[in-house]
T-cell receptor, first 113, second 113 residues
Framework: DAEITQSPRHKITETGRQVTLACHQTWNHNNMFWYRQDLGHGLRLIHYSYGVQDTNKGEVSDGYSVSRSNTEDLPLTLESAASSQTSVYFC????????????FGPGTRLTVL | DAKTTQPPSMDCAEGRAANLPCNHSTISGNEYVYWYRQIHSQGPQYIIHGLKNNETNEMASLIITEDRKSSTLILPHATLRDTAVYYCIVRGRFQGGSEKLVFGKGTKLTVNP
């Protein structure tokens, strides 16, 4: 069955370290999204991509970057992790013709000490 | 982007209908109303969406008022597994025709035995 996976599921890192969170989907969806979720803020969009080599900034993109070299993967990189980036991160994907129905991964809980 | 207003929490008895309201008074004519839910520690799950007419699927019904300024998500026979945070979302539009979902804080629905 097609699915969307995230790894690692839990990560603890130190301030200043570079961290990469992986997202992999097997639906062959063109659209992929990264969100973060914090208490009191709901889900906020970090970056999104509408296809290979396409990336766009969301509402909270500072300190994050993404690259899309193939259809299946959209890794999220924290160039220099900060304590404010402690959060739960969700990846999602959707078909190009149905951007409404986004399928979400199980999430990655990141703690920056 | 149009904004939505939802009550922060609601309770419902198991087996009864759960009616979750949402106000979106600034919705534009071409914007859809979407509902997602998030069960504790899981990624959000798509439920239903609509433009003008009422919609029904295997999970829920969506009632949109004639002026489109508000809507109600109906879970006809709520179960304990429906306990979750429910998000009412109006689809925004970026430049270039790209679209994204903006998640607010949602309604925490608790289904009681």
């Amino acid at each position: 069955d097609a699915e969307i996976t995230q790894s690692p599921r839990h990560k603890i890192t130190e301030t200043g370290r570079q961290v990469t969170l992986a997202c992999h989907q097997t639906w062959n969806h063109n659209n992929m999204f990264w969100y973060r979720q914090d208490l009191g803020h709901g889900l906020r969009l970090i970056h999104y991509s509408y296809g290979v080599q396409d990336t766009n900034k969301g509402e909270v993109s500072d300190g994050y970057s993404v690259s899309r070299s193939n259809t299946e993967d959209l890794p999220l990189t924290l160039e220099s992790a900060a304590s404010s980036q402690t959060s739960v991160y969700f990846c999602a994907s959707s078909d190009a013709s149905r951007t409404d129905t986004q399928y979400f991964g199980p999430g990655t809980r990141l703690t920056v000490l | 982007d149009a904004k939505t207003t939802q009550p922060p929490s609601m309770d419902c008895a198991e087996g009864r209908a759960a009616n979750l309201p949402c106000n979106h008074s600034t919705i534009s004519g071409n914007e859809y109303v979407y509902w997602y839910r998030q069960i504790h520690s899981q990624g959000p799950q798509y439920i239903i969406h609509g433009l003008k007419n009422n919609e029904t699927n295997e999970m829920a019904s969506l009632i949109i008022t004639e002026d489109r300024k508000s809507s109600t998500l109906i879970l006809p026979h709520a179960t304990l597994r429906d306990t979750a945070v429910y998000y009412c979302i109006v689809r925004g539009r970026f430049q270039g025709g790209s679209e994204k979902l903006v998640f607010g804080k949602g309604t925490k629905l608790t289904v009681n035995p």
